[in-house]
């Protein structure tokens, strides 16, 4: 069975920088792209980018070009989001999910989120 | 604001049918596919409908998608007090990237 199991909650300041980690088991890791999505408290899904492990490619979503760097270690089947420049709005809960590559949206299997918390 | 519109609820009595509404444009839905994922409180969303109208393993029948133009409709039939949740759309965008997602406000369904 498939698993995305994520780092746990943090707490950041703003203008400071958070990792969040999604290491997968139970399924190959290069061949399916990884996505992040957050939700804000009471709000919807916000698709931030992804990268396909095997040919390290990633896509970001405009609003976030230049403050989000998403990795993948290979070795270790898991993947990275790197956001920068906190700042409070980016208080949400930060979801991995597996996506097919040739479904693009098509996430089938998602981790249990992380509540990152921006405050002063 | 989000690229894709719903309405943001949703209402019905056990055992009866309804549908949630999904619109975007020629950019979205109207040349990639429609995903509908189901979120229940507090748990991360699972994939009820893909490729606009086909449903993963597992996912009862009573569920289905449909697509006409630049809108999309999830169906639930035979309403249950379990399938209160926040319903979202999702669609690939052409006018980004291509391959950027984009989701639906969400409509939070309610079971009366």
């Known amino acids: 069975q498939v698993q995305l199991v994520q780092s746990g909650a943090e707490v950041k300041k703003p203008g400071s920088s958070v990792t969040v980690s999604c290491k997968t088991s139970?399924?190959?890791?290069?061949?399916?792209?990884i996505s992040w999505v957050r939700q804000a408290p009471g709000q919807g899904l916000e698709w931030i980018g992804r990268?396909?492990?095997?040919?390290?490619?990633?896509n970001y979503a405009q609003k976030f070009q230049g403050r989000v760097t998403i990795t993948a270690d290979t070795s270790t089947s898991t993947a990275y989001m790197e956001l920068n420049s906190l700042r409070s709005e980016d208080t949400a809960v930060f979801y991995c999910?597996?996506?097919?590559?040739?479904?693009?949206?098509?996430?089938?299997?998602w981790g249990q989120g992380t509540l990152v918390t921006v405050s002063s | 604001q989000s690229v894709l519109t719903q309405p943001p609820s949703a209402s019905a009595t056990p055992g009866q049918r309804v549908t949630i509404s999904c619109s975007g444009s020629s950019s979205n839905i109207g040349s990639n596919y429609v995903y509908w994922y189901q979120q229940l409180p507090g748990t991360a969303p699972k994939l009820l409908i893909y490729?606009?109208?086909q449903r993963p393993s597992g996912v009862p029948d009573r569920f289905s998608g449909s697509k006409s133009g630049t809108s999309a409709s999830l169906a639930i039939s035979g309403l249950r007090s379990e399938d209160e949740a926040n319903y979202y759309c999702?669609?690939?965008?052409?006018?980004?990237?291509?391959?950027?997602?984009?989701f639906g406000g969400g409509t939070k369904l309610t079971v009366l």
């Open positions: 999910a597996r996506e097919w590559e040739l479904l693009p949206g098509y996430f089938d299997y």
């Open positions: 990268i396909i492990p095997i040919v390290d490619i990633t």
């Open positions: 490729r606009d109208n």
């Open positions: 999702a669609a690939c965008d052409d006018n980004l990237s291509g391959r950027d997602v984009v």
């Open positions: 139970g399924g190959p890791f290069s061949s399916f792209p």
